[in-house]
Nanobody
Framework: VQLQASGGGLVQAGGSLRLSCRAS????????MGWFRQAPGKEREFVAA???????YYGDDVKGRFTIFRDNAKNIVYLQMNSLKPEDTAVYYC??????????????WGQGTQVTVSS
């Protein structure tokens, strides 16, 4: 399984971005898809995840602002980010694997896409 993340960029505070993660190969139907982020000098942190069934989970910092959804037919997972804040600035990574909010359970990782939110 290979993951290709895209959609990052520069946006003003309060703006929106949509990230995409395309999975190639044959992702297991047991896989959850997740988004993590890592800001300079900080550890990678959980953002959101979605099970194959469609159940979603969010990190506390993004609840109510970010939405994760997937198109199973196209093997694409999206992260819609609204009301962005400067503290959302980070490299965002998509991942596939066993659901959890820990990056240790995810087996496959995309290359990361930079999101920068200006104040």
């Amino acid at each position: 399984v290979q993951l290709q993340a895209s959609g990052g960029g520069l946006v003003q505070a309060g703006g929106s971005l949509r990230l995409s993660c395309r999975a190639s190969g044959r992702p297991s139907t047991t896989y959850a898809m997740g988004w993590f982020r890592q800001a300079p000098g900080k550890e990678r942190e959980f953002v959101a995840a979605i099970r194959w069934s469609g159940l979603t989970y969010y990190g506390d910092d993004v609840k109510g602002r970010f939405t994760i959804f997937r198109d199973n037919a196209k093997n694409i997972v999206y992260l819609q980010m609204n009301s962005l804040k400067p503290e959302d600035t980070a490299v965002y990574y998509c991942a596939a694997g066993a659901y959890s909010n820990s990056d240790r359970t995810y087996d496959y990782w995309g290359q990361g896409t930079q999101v920068t939110v200006s104040s």
